[in-house]
């Protein structure tokens, strides 16, 4: 297939990240943006060479992929004016969280193309994990083809609908309470007396780390937790006060949290 024609409903910050990682790959691709507020897509544009639409009609005439990265809350007002341009044969590929499939083709009278995707900022660093799920209607060359972008910077999966609320929570949002987790130990750290930018970088390198094992060893967590923690020792005493503390509900419990707001946010 040609290499289709993309379009940015949306001048924000994932558009910023993704077209940061994604350059090289787009190069030589037609690449639009239309956004609520012009100086953010000029901005943009200048930065990413891309070119501005006038309107969403514009955008969405032009575009073979036509991605929505608006805020949720936002997305029902720009697919309004969008579902009078789309072409048939375009793809909507919507990053917003929590708006499903069903809601995107709820504005047409003939359901159109949608792939619903959940990137997360660690593509920024080729480490994205990126969602993606296509509508029946969807031409597995066009999947192939975003999980080939995707893959570029990071991985990616098919994943079912059903499962979205739940990355979006996992990977979407994730990476926030892993920047919470290491600061926090960095904390603990300065506390102890390290200064600063050494306690971010031991704590960084270390999460990071513990988490390439997983990913390459391919072991449960528990076991190599239990590798770290000889009897008596240092590590045990800190899992022990995690464990008072309840650290594992927690933790469940914020990611059931966000989950739960992805799914208020379709409602
Ligand atoms: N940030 C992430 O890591 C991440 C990851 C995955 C998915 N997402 C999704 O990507 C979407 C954008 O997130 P973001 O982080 O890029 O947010 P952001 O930086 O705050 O950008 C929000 C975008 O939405 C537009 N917008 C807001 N209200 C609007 C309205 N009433 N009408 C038209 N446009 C409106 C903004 O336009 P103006 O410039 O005019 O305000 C801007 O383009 C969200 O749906 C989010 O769920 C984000």
Redesign the pocket.
Do not use: E, F
């Given at each position: 297939m040609s290499q289709p024609s993309i379009g940015f409903?949306?001048?924000?910050?994932?558009?910023?990240?993704l077209l940061g990682a994604l350059g090289p790959t787009l190069r030589g691709r037609s690449l639009n943006i239309w956004?609520?507020?012009p100086a953010?897509a000029q901005a943009m544009a200048k930065l990413h060479g891309l070119k501005v639409c006038e309107s969403i009609a514009e955008l969405a005439e032009s575009s073979d992929w036509l991605f929505i990265?608006?805020?949720?809350?936002?997305?029902a007002?720009?697919m309004a004016e969008a579902c009078l341009h789309v072409r048939e044969s375009s793809l909507i590929v919507s990053?917003?969280?929590?708006?499903s499939i069903a809601s995107i083709q709820s504005h047409f009278t003939v359901a159109p193309r949608v792939m619903r995707i959940?990137?997360?900022?660690p593509l920024s660093v080729g480490m994205g994990m990126t969602a993606l799920c296509p509508s029946p209607e969807t031409p597995e060359a066009d999947t192939k083809a975003l999980l080939e972008l995707f893959s570029a910077v990071g991985k990616a999966r098919l994943i079912e609908e059903r499962l979205f609320d739940t990355v979006?929570a996992l990977s979407?949002s994730g990476?926030a309470f892993a920047f919470l987790f290491i600061e926090s130990m960095a904390d603990g750290a300065v506390l102890n007396g390290m200064d600063r930018a050494a306690a971010y970088e031991f704590a960084a390198q270390t999460v990071m780390g513990a988490a390439r094992i997983i990913l390459d060893a391919g072991k449960h967590p528990g076991e190599l937790k239990d590798i770290v923690a000889s009897p008596a020792g240092t590590t045990m005493a800190g899992i022990h006060s995690l464990e008072r503390k309840a650290f594992r509900a927690i933790v469940m419990d914020a990611i059931d949290a966000a989950a739960r707001r992805s799914r208020e946010l379709n409602a």
């Open positions: 409903i949306g001048a924000g910050k994932i558009v910023d990240i956004n609520r507020t953010r990265a608006v805020k949720p809350h936002a997305v007002k720009v990053m917003s969280a929590g708006i959940m990137p997360n900022l979006t979407g990476p």
